[in-house]
């Protein structure tokens, strides 16, 4: 697979579904010239992950999973460098989101002064449109404001992950579902419980989330149009004209139209102009300059060859993509499956002794065979958002505790499916602060991380970060094969594996 195919994600000129575009930009030093600009300017960026797998397009980057003011400036101190600082604000309400943005921001901001260089400050989120959007967008400038004196100009709003099929055209996001391009807003993951949304245009999906407070007409657009055929200099003109935090959506089919947005923002720094990014995990990779790497093979993993013991696979996420996917690594077998039941878990007679039972299952199996622990596939749900996001949380740390006390049994690796599953695992699991993206397992998808600070026989261990909402049918049977030490990489020679 060629750097240019694997920047489309598979799919050149990348206008299926959404209709006509003016061929791609694509400037071969785009990447030379932006690494340049933050060289130049020392600036550092700084990425608020509100689920853990923001970090599946970029590699040799740092993750810091502790909310340390300490370990954000440990992260930053060097120019030029990239931190994703994972809070998880997609499992919390929104009052807790909010402050817990406003407490990251602050110290971010303050770093800032600090250092005296800039900082790109990005709060990434769902390719796929869920999570507090403007609530945290609009705690981070308001903490700015009081740190530093002033707010943002506007903010790019770049939901795109192309590699898993997302994009945006025409200002309608668009979600490749079995190979056909369908507005966001039609597809299962508008439907999300605590999230649900209606609306696919992106500026319509901005009022709806506002209430009504910004109209559709407000939202500034910088269309395909304009950066194929106006090029960074149209992209400034635009973003010279944003005001008061005024949201831009951005539209991009691949990375080479992400790169010319970002050429054309540094244009706008270089005037004065302040911009906040809320984006999916696409832009990040644009942002920074970060040159497309192969997928991991074993070898990348393990470069002294793979280590003895057993491994765990541990699945949360109840999208429909991950149900096929979970059936489809029980069919491919060689795993003892062990499942936490959902019911018993949310029932307080019976929830600890199931916990319990369930982590002794995993500890004994995990002597002899590799072991894959899923929560139970029937999806259960509260009367309202409220107590769907209560039983999401009281399920998610019933998991924890049995990860935590599976590390009696040593596993030799952890696959962690599901974005919140993903974080909790991580931080309240394994007892992760900072580890180092080595890369992924497929094009775009699916994090590897080496732990750097950890619980006790955790560092140095592989730590797969699977959102839930990506990969083909066969992509978790797959990532486990090659942890099985069954393949020497995940992702099939010459296969597409985006959903």
């Known amino acids: 697979m060629t750097n240019e195919?694997?920047?489309?994600?598979?799919?050149?000129?990348?206008?299926a579904g959404p209709g006509q575009a003016p061929a791609p930009l694509r400037l071969p030093d785009a990447r030379q010239r932006i690494r340049a600009y933050r060289a130049e300017t020392g600036r550092r960026i700084a990425v608020l992950d509100d689920d853990p797998t923001g970090s599946q397009s970029v590699h040799g980057v740092s993750v810091v999973t502790a909310l340390d003011a300490g370990e954000y400036e440990a992260a930053l101190a060097e120019?030029?460098?990239?931190?994703?600082?994972?809070?998880?604000?997609?499992?919390?309400?929104?009052?807790?989101?909010?402050?817990?943005?406003?407490?990251?921001?602050?110290?971010?901001?303050e770093l800032e002064q600090r250092l005296g260089a800039p900082l790109d400050l990005v709060s990434r989120s769902d390719s796929t449109l869920r999570g507090h959007v403007l609530a945290e967008i609009r705690a981070l400038d308001a903490v700015r404001r009081e740190v530093t004196g002033r707010g943002y100009d506007g903010v790019l709003l770049t939901p795109a992950f192309f590699e898993a099929g997302r994009f945006t055209a025409g200002d309608v996001h668009w979600a490749m579902v079995g190979g056909e391009a369908v507005p966001a807003g039609e597809t299962e993951f508008a439907k999300d419980a605590t999230f649900g949304y209606s609306s696919s245009d992106l500026k319509d999906f901005v009022a709806e989330k506002s209430g009504g407070t910004i109209p559709a007409a407000d939202v500034l657009s910088i269309g395909l149009g304009d950066i194929r055929t106006g090029g960074e200099e149209r992209v400034a003109e635009i973003l010279r004209s944003a005001r008061d935090l005024q949201v831009i959506v951005v539209n991009a089919t691949e990375f080479a139209d992400l790169e010319v947005v970002v050429l054309g923002l540094q244009q706008a720094q270089r005037e004065g102009k302040l911009f906040l990014h809320r984006t999916g995990p696409s832009f990040v990779r644009a942002l920074a300059g970060i040159e497309p790497r192969p997928v991991l093979a074993a070898s990348d993993i393990w470069p002294g060859g793979r280590p003895a013991?057993?491994?765990?696979?541990?699945?949360?996420?109840?999208?429909?993509?991950?149900?096929?996917?979970?059936?489809?690594?029980?069919?491919?077998?060689?795993?003892?499956?062990?499942?936490?039941?959902?019911?018993?878990?949310i029932n307080g007679a019976t929830r600890e002794r199931h916990i319990a039972e369930t982590t002794a299952k995993v500890i004994d199996a995990l002597a002899g065979a590799d072991v894959l622990l899923y929560t139970s596939r029937a999806l259960v749900k509260g009367e309202d958002a409220a107590r769907s996001l209560e039983i999401a949380r009281a399920v998610s740390a019933a998991v924890i505790d049995v990860v935590r006390g599976a590390l009696a049994g040593r596993p030799a690796w952890v696959i962690a499916k599901g974005g919140i599953t993903s974080h909790d695992v991580a931080v309240r699991g394994l007892g992760i602060r900072r580890a180092t993206v080595l890369g992924q397992l497929f094009p775009g998808m699916v994090s590897v991380l080496r732990p750097?600070?950890?619980?006790?026989?955790?560092?140095?261990?592989?730590?797969?970060v699977f959102a839930g909402n990506v990969g083909d049918e066969n992509a978790l049977a797959?990532?486990?094969?090659?942890?099985?030490?069954?393949?020497?990489?995940?992702?099939?020679?010459?296969?597409?594996?985006?959903?």
């Open 478 to 499: 797959d990532t486990i094969e090659l942890f099985r030490g069954r393949k020497d990489s995940a992702a099939p020679a010459g296969k597409e594996t985006a959903s």
């Open 5 to 15: 195919t694997q920047q489309s994600g598979g799919r050149p000129g990348a206008a």
């Open 79 to 109: 120019p030029e460098s990239t931190c994703f600082i994972l809070t998880n604000t997609r499992s919390l309400d929104e009052a807790d989101a909010v402050a817990l943005n406003q407490t990251a921001g602050r110290a971010l901001f």
């Open 309 to 345: 013991g057993h491994g765990l696979a541990v699945v949360g996420s109840h999208v429909g993509q991950t149900g096929r996917q979970v059936a489809a690594a029980q069919a491919r077998g060689g795993v003892t499956e062990v499942e936490l039941s959902v019911a018993e878990l």
């Open 452 to 464: 750097d600070e950890a619980a006790e026989g955790v560092v140095g261990i592989p730590y797969v």
